[in-house]
């Protein structure tokens, strides 16, 4: 399986679910190619916001070595599932499918329709992300068979 998550910059919340599901995966055993990307440009190399940093370690988890990405339509054919993290990155993304197919690979990574705000203007929100990321990836592993 081959899994892609996305944001804004790629910098906050995207690498956070990239580190955390990749964490599950290997706990699970599932040989799964985990990724990451943002839709916008700002960010493409450099590493996640040290507050993500900061947090992801505090759980065990590492990602201070990725680096940022910009998603591109040749995702579609990479990846099985492409999760975003709020409205705005499921619409950007939704633009650039160019089939049915691209378009159901992609879904919010949290359930009912619930967005994983974005705790770039707030250090408060970066413990609850984290969370709501967690939970999320522990779903889709545990839902995978």
Request: aromatic residues 8%; contains cysteine; charged residues 30%.
């Amino acid at each position: 399986m081959k899994v892609l998550m996305v944001c804004l910059g790629n910098i906050c919340r995207s690498p956070l679910a990239e580190g955390v599901l990749r964490q599950l995966a290997q706990k699970k055993g599932l040989n799964w190619d985990i990724d990451s990307a943002g839709t916008g440009s700002w960010h493409i190399g450099d590493p996640p916001d040290h507050r993500s940093v900061k947090v992801a370690r505090q759980h065990g988890v590492d990602i201070s070595g990725l680096r940022g990405r910009q998603f591109g339509v040749a995702d579609f054919q990479q990846f099985d599932r492409i999760y975003v993290m709020d409205l705005d990155n499921y619409r950007d993304v939704l633009r650039k499918a160019r089939s049915e197919a691209d378009r159901a690979k992609v879904q919010l990574l949290l359930a009912n329709q619930q967005e994983v705000p974005d705790p770039w203007y707030d250090d408060k929100l970066f413990e609850p992300v984290y969370q709501m990321i967690y939970k999320a990836c522990e779903r889709i592993v545990n839902n995978e068979k």
